[in-house]
């Protein structure tokens, strides 16, 4: 999730959209895991955990987000979430409380993903890793390369004609 989060937030910030941004790690981009600016644009690690051990709230809960990146729904805390569709059930009720002009980019081969976005009120895209497939309606990474500072990544949808080569240093 921190990696996830650092990504975002330097894409953003390279775009010249200076993002607020809080992670639960730190980020090596950026002089420390919080940062507070006046941008439309910010940049939050999604924590499931309960905001007090009292109170079954989990933190992303009060986050109230328009955008919503999901890479692995597994469960975990068990103290906290003692069945697995307990820990299941909180990231659904989050996917629903998403406005409907919202967006979730959602990784498929995760069955409880798959379950989770269909109750989205928003649009979902969905996205492949390296080497996995995914139905026609979803992006994958077909290449990964990397020489000296540079990486390079293809992204293609079949269903929209789409295949970009991506460089990065």
């Given at each position: ?10 894409i ?8 607020s ?27 499931e955990?309960?905001f ?5 709230q989990p ?7 328009r ?5 692995g ?48 009120p ?10 996995t497939?995914?139905d ?10 990397r ?6 990544l ?16």
């Amino acid at each position: 999730k921190t990696t996830t989060t650092a990504l975002l937030a330097w894409i953003l910030e390279k775009a010249n959209y200076d993002p607020s941004y809080m992670a639960g790690g730190i980020l090596k981009n950026f002089p420390d895991g919080v940062r507070s600016t006046n941008s439309n644009w910010s940049v939050v690690e999604g924590d499931e955990y309960p905001f007090d051990l009292g109170s079954p709230q989990p933190k992303f809960n009060f986050y109230h987000p328009r955008y919503l990146l999901l890479t692995g729904v597994e469960w975990d805390h068990m103290d906290v979430y003692k069945t697995e569709q307990s820990f299941i059930d909180v990231f659904a009720e989050l996917v629903r409380g998403l406005p409907s002009d919202g967006l979730v980019v959602a990784r498929v081969n995760d069955t409880n993903i798959e379950t989770i976005v269909k109750q989205s009120p928003c649009r979902v895209i969905k996205f492949a890793g390296l080497g996995t497939q995914t139905d026609t309606s979803g992006y994958i990474i077909t290449n990964i390369g990397r020489q000296a500072d540079l990486t390079e990544l293809t992204i293609e949808n079949q269903q929209a004609g789409f295949s970009e080569k991506f460089e990065t240093s």
